[in-house]
T-cell receptor, first 115, second 108 residues
Framework: ETGVTQSPTHLIKTRGQQVTLRCSSQSGHNTVSWYQQALGQGPQFIFQ???????GRGNFPPRFSGLQFPNYSSELNVNALELDDSALYLC??????????????FGSGTRLTVV | KNEVEQSPQNLTAQEGEFITINCSYSVGISALHWLQQHPGGGIVSLFMLSSGKKKHGRLIATINIQEKHSSLHITASHPRDSAVYIC??????????FGSGTQLTVLP
């Protein structure tokens, strides 16, 4: 059973650029959620994908977009990077379905710095 | 007011002490999660609770649904327990809503 792998682990980008972060889900999991964690804060929900469809979105602008692939891995894309986008981006996979109460497996995160 | 509140924000203990971290939430939930985050950033799921009490090694988690409150206890704390402990809740929308975390430092 593999865990959740995120890549890259660290990334430095310039304001205005675009970035793609990647996440492989745990074997058997069909749901991937993305979170943004600013320094000293709890993670904030960006969006979730369930069986390749967006299944909920937090309070993030449209320049944050995502994809889920048939193997349930996922990408987070951020366009027109701003300094405030500097954060740890976490991916979590779970076995989705109706209702809540799922176990989650988290990746180690991608540390994005925008300069 | 945040939907999930944790206390204390920071906690320093001596090795061997009994530690309690508290979590209160203001919404209906399907489950409450206790998570551990080490300085590298990765998050490990410790417990998922919808009622009662769970124990794993030196860790114990309890939840009182009526009072919308949960506690995480660490018995015989050790310096390797030093980490950020985060409470999160899941609802029918499936995504997690997190508290801001408790930074625990256990001194030898």
């Amino acid at each position: 059973e593999t865990g959740v792998t995120q890549s890259p682990t660290h990334l430095i980008k310039t304001r205005g650029q675009q970035v793609t972060l990647r996440c492989s889900s745990q074997s058997g999991h069909n749901t991937v959620s993305w979170y943004q964690q600013a320094l000293g804060q709890g993670p904030q929900f960006i969006f979730q994908y369930y069986r390749e469809e967006e299944n909920g979105r937090g309070n993030f602008p449209p320049r944050f977009s995502g994809l889920q692939f048939p193997n349930y891995s996922s990408e987070l894309n951020v366009n027109a990077l701003e300094l405030d986008d500097s954060a740890l981006y976490l991916c979590a996979s779970s076995d989705g379905g109706q209702g809540g109460g799922y176990g989650y497996t988290f990746g180690s995160g991608t540390r994005l710095t925008v300069v | 007011k945040n939907e999930v509140e944790q206390s204390p924000q920071n906690l320093t203990a001596q090795e061997g002490e009994f530690i309690t971290i508290n979590c209160s939430y203001s919404v209906g939930i399907s489950a409450l999660h206790w998570l551990q985050q080490h300085p590298g950033g990765g998050i490990v799921s410790l417990f998922m609770l919808s009622s009662g009490k769970k124990k794993h090694g030196r860790l114990i988690a309890t939840i009182n649904i009526q009072e919308k409150h949960s506690s995480l206890h660490i018995t015989a704390s050790h310096p390797r327990d030093s980490a950020v402990y985060i409470c999160a809740v899941s609802r029918s929308a499936r995504q997690l809503t997190f508290g801001s975390g408790t930074q625990l430092t256990v001194l030898p």
